[in-house]
């Protein structure tokens, strides 16, 4: 173990079988009280703290790694229900690793309790703002008051209506975009055990031209999955000829609703 780190992936009360899978190779469990934590073995060329955080800043090395950790994890998650960790996670010995154990044992019990054949799923909603201008009055009583009074009114008066229409469509955009997205939310927080809400993420960073009204995790237990699904089908569905969009993902391993802080 010369040179060598604990990369730790998740942690059970449950025994694991890595022979059922070839993706497995080079895991191994240690056992210490009523758990079960699988790790391996990494070089401290890659994962020493120094190495760990030039490669962290490197988004190739994050995107391989990343899928490589939630990939292994969601595979032990068929066998049994883990606490997983994040991206990272380094033990510099067998016997710090067995501390942590030692020292967070009722909070280790208490989350896998919570997240017991749950599993989590990230929900981001994005509203066309272009396309919602041109359906404003669908979605506002008041924006459709006004057109109907453009509609009758002489040419100056209608030009002045249009500028206070295009003011208010403005923030009547934002108060729609809030209101459907709260609408969204809870429609799928009733489906689940728990949710949180994570900030917006800008155009910058999405890529996308339209604009993100919602992002959101929900733990979701297995059995009702398909449910949740469902409501997603049927909403997109309804809403494929309108200015809203719903982008979902999952299932993944519940990390939005583990509440243990590693001690590294």
Known sequence: MKNKLIYVYCISN?????????????????????????????????FSEDNLKRNLSDINWVDTHAREHISIISLLMEQCTV??????????????LKKFINEYTDSLIKN????EKK?????KIYCDRHMLSKQID??????????????????????????????FVEN???????KYGQIYYDKFKNLSDSANLNNLIPKEITGRKDTMILNANFLVRKNKAEKFKDMIYKLNKQDE???LFIDVTGPWPPFSFVSIKEKI
């Open 112 to 115: 896998l309790h919570n997240i």
């Open 119 to 123: 599993e989590e799923w990230s929900m």
């Open 14 to 46: 449950r025994p694991f079988e890595f022979s059922l899978n070839a993706e497995f190779k080079g895991l191994n469990c240690i056992k210490h009280n009523e758990f079960y934590t699988v790790v391996k073995l990494v070089s401290n060329n890659e």
């Open 172 to 178: 009547e955009m934002d108060r729609i975009c809030k």
């Open 241 to 243: 000829n309108s200015c």
């Open 138 to 167: 669908k979605f506002s009583e008041e924006a459709a008051v006004m057109e109907k009074q453009i509609m009758a009114s002489s040419p100056g008066k209608a030009f002045l209506l249009k500028r206070k229409k295009t003011e």
């Open 83 to 96: 606490v997983p960790f994040k991206l990272g996670t380094i033990y510099h010995t067998e016997e710090g």
